[in-house]
């Protein structure tokens, strides 16, 4: 069964830091992986999504890595800000378009 | 272009009742995935209609039941309501394609209460 992870849980930092939001997922048959962003009782907001035959994908302030072979991805935001407070998810996808879902990491960015 | 849209959005329910839940996705998207999300379990793959034709499910009971329309209009139906079926239920949408993954766009979700 395929499990994805998120560290941390969850993170407070000040407004203008760099962070880090890790994934890991154990079944590495990936057609591609996404990061979402949710605000509280939202729905799923597409930030990213990369390739299994990507590294790195870009979007203004986000950047995301993915190591497939050792079921890796990371969110890169850069200098962050007050309205990037929300809960970031990665998802893994696999044929016909089931994803699976890691608990998420709360950010809060303080201003 | 408009995006998914999801009805209703609040539904309170007893248990041993039914429900029964829309999505309508966006203009031109095939795929329609359904998605459970609760505090304890996080966000779990329901199933997934493509051209009115069911290709994926998840870990569900068959309480859990959906259907796809030629329009790509998508319903989920919940029969026999229990507790803690107590969810936001998520509707999400994809261009076509034949396997795979697409990039998802979701709608607000359904929320619904069993009482």
């Known amino acids: 069964k395929q499990e994805v992870t998120q560290i941390p849980a969850a993170l407070s930092v000040p407004e203008g830091e760099n962070l880090v939001l890790n994934c890991s997922f154990t079944?590495?048959?990936?057609?591609?992986l996404q990061w979402f962003r949710q605000d509280p009782g939202k729905g799923l907001t597409s930030l990213l999504l990369i390739q299994s035959s990507q590294r790195e994908q870009t979007s203004g302030r986000l950047n995301a890595s993915l190591d497939k072979s050792s079921g890796r991805s990371t969110l890169y935001i850069a200098a962050s800000q007050p309205g990037d407070s929300a809960t970031y998810l990665c998802?893994?996808?696999?044929?016909?378009?089931?994803?699976?879902f890691g608990s998420g990491t709360k950010l809060n960015v303080k201003p | 272009k408009a995006g998914v849209t999801q009805t209703p959005r609040y539904l309170i329910k007893t248990r041993g009742q039914q429900v029964t839940l829309s999505c309508s996705p966006i203009s031109g998207h095939r795929s329609v995935s359904w998605y459970q999300q609760t505090p304890g379990q996080g966000l779990q793959f329901l199933f997934e209609?493509?051209?009115?034709?069911?290709?994926n499910k998840g870990n569900f009971p068959g309480r859990f039941s959906g259907r796809q329309f030629s329009n790509s209009r998508s319903e989920m139906n919940v029969s026999t309501l229990e507790l803690g079926d107590s969810a936001l239920y998520l509707c999400a949408s994809s261009l076509e394609r034949l396997a795979g993954a697409d990039t998802q766009y979701f709608g607000p979700g359904t929320r619904l209460t069993v009482l």
């Open positions: 209609y493509f051209s009115e034709t069911q290709r």
């Open positions: 998802a893994p996808g696999y044929n016909f378009n089931k994803f699976y």
């Open positions: 079944d590495s048959a990936i057609y591609n």
